[in-house]
């Protein structure tokens, strides 16, 4: 499902246009996407949570040479599932 097929059919549950629809889930994930930059941790119990997680330096092998590099610390973002959200997917 993309985006605009979760417009589709958040308008149709919740009787609104799909233009609302559209305002409101582009508003939610830029409200999701600035917190978590910002290194806030988003939660939505029953869904999952949003967060940013620190990744340290650490070694690596270049694949065509095999001479070792160092990859630099970077942060990423990462989901967590909640509890029911995974009783949904694998009953």
């Known amino acids: 499902m993309n985006k605009g097929e979760l417009v589709d059919v958040v308008a149709a549950k919740t009787n609104i246009t799909k233009k609302q629809a559209d305002e409101i889930i582009s508003a939610f994930l830029s409200v999701v996407t600035e917190a978590v930059a910002n290194g806030d941790k988003v939660t939505l119990v029953g869904f999952g949570s949003f967060e940013r997680k620190e990744r340290s330096e650490r070694e690596g092998l270049n694949p065509?040479?095999?001479?070792?590099?160092?990859?630099?610390?970077?942060?990423?973002?990462?989901?967590s599932a909640g509890k029911a959200f995974k009783e949904k997917v694998a009953p």
């Open 64 to 79: 065509k040479t095999k001479e070792k590099i160092t990859i630099p610390a970077t942060r990423i973002p990462a989901f």
